[in-house]
């Protein structure tokens, strides 16, 4: 895993390959996980594995950089289908904005033990990376807000993969001013295209065609005709739940890193 200089506002396909990778490794159980950072390097005090009512965040760094990462939706968890789906909006983030309760009830129920594990590693003023795929995406981005509006002030950048609408307009205008949030979209993918007309996303979104092309903010008439021909010419006629996949992310990232693709 390789993590480069993170420029202010600058989408980098490097740490979003690694961003990705990372929320790979939350969907991992607790030894493979172990198993997985002795084997990039990390020593024992410099990893966690953190899990409260089936919501899981793995977190690691080195002297340069910490990551946090949130697993994503697990098909076979009710409980992950409880959090999805509890979509009544929620004022308790402390602001006038308001957020997907599901999501925000998982944040409260691990971000005490996330600041104490970003305490215990930041003793070089690491740069801090939060991250995650599907709802793992919706959970990395109110955290974001969390860490950078709140006391100690921890500054962050967020790169989400799949991820749902978490707020509502006020919550989305509140979180720009503090926060960078890179919203990659594989293709078809479903799930950022749910929760309805009160949500909203946050970020600027970075989306892969279904040709593997990386688009910046690709227009509602874009994405439509994309759709379209990926059933006709990829005959992706399913692609909505197959685009979702976190392996495809990290495939198409890597393809377009290997193929020196630039952001149209």
């Known amino acids: 895993m390789k993590i480069v200089t993170q420029r202010k506002g600058v989408f980098s396909l490097e740490n979003a390959l690694a961003m990705a990778t990372a929320s790979q490794w939350a969907y991992k159980s607790y030894n493979d996980f172990i198993a997985t950072c002795k084997q990039f390097g990390f020593?024992?005090?410099?990893?966690?594995?953190?899990?409260?009512?089936?919501?899981?965040?793995?977190?690691?760094?080195?002297?340069?950089?910490?990551?946090?990462?949130?697993?994503?939706?697990?098909?076979?968890?009710?409980?992950?289908?409880?959090?999805?789906?509890?979509?009544?909006?929620?004022?308790?983030?402390?602001?006038e904005g308001r957020v997907h309760s599901g999501f925000y009830n998982a944040l409260m129920l691990t971000i005490i033990e996330i600041k104490q594990a970003i305490k215990l590693l930041r003793d070089k003023h690491q740069k801090i990376f939060i991250t995650g795929h599907s709802m793992g995406?919706?959970?990395?981005?109110?955290?974001?807000?969390?860490?950078?509006?709140?006391?100690?002030?921890?500054?962050?950048?967020?790169?989400?993969?799949?991820?749902?609408?978490?707020?509502?307009?006020?919550?989305?205008?509140?979180?720009?001013?503090?926060?960078?949030?890179?919203?990659?979209?594989?293709s078809n993918d479903l799930t950022p295209r749910l929760m309805g007309i009160y949500y909203n996303h946050v970020g600027d979104e970075y989306y892969f065609n279904y040709r593997g092309c990386l688009i910046f903010k690709p227009s509602f008439v874009y994405r439509m005709y994309d759709h379209l021909m990926s059933r006709i010419k990829a005959f992706r006629f399913f692609g909505g739940i197959r685009d979702h996949s976190i392996s495809l992310y990290v495939q198409a990232i890597q393809k377009a890193i290997d193929d020196c693709t630039e952001v149209k």
């Open 43 to 95: 020593i024992k005090e410099r990893y966690f594995y953190i899990e409260r009512r089936n919501i899981i965040v793995v977190i690691f760094g080195d002297d340069n950089n910490i990551v946090v990462a949130y697993r994503g939706t697990d098909a076979k968890s009710l409980k992950d289908w409880g959090t999805d789906f509890n979509i009544f909006m929620s004022n308790q983030h402390g602001s």
């Open 137 to 186: 995406g919706g959970i990395a981005t109110l955290l974001g807000h969390k860490l950078t509006t709140g006391t100690p002030l921890l500054p962050s950048t967020v790169y989400t993969f799949g991820a749902p609408k978490v707020g509502n307009g006020i919550f989305v205008e509140e979180f720009s001013v503090f926060c960078t949030v890179f919203r990659v979209v594989h």
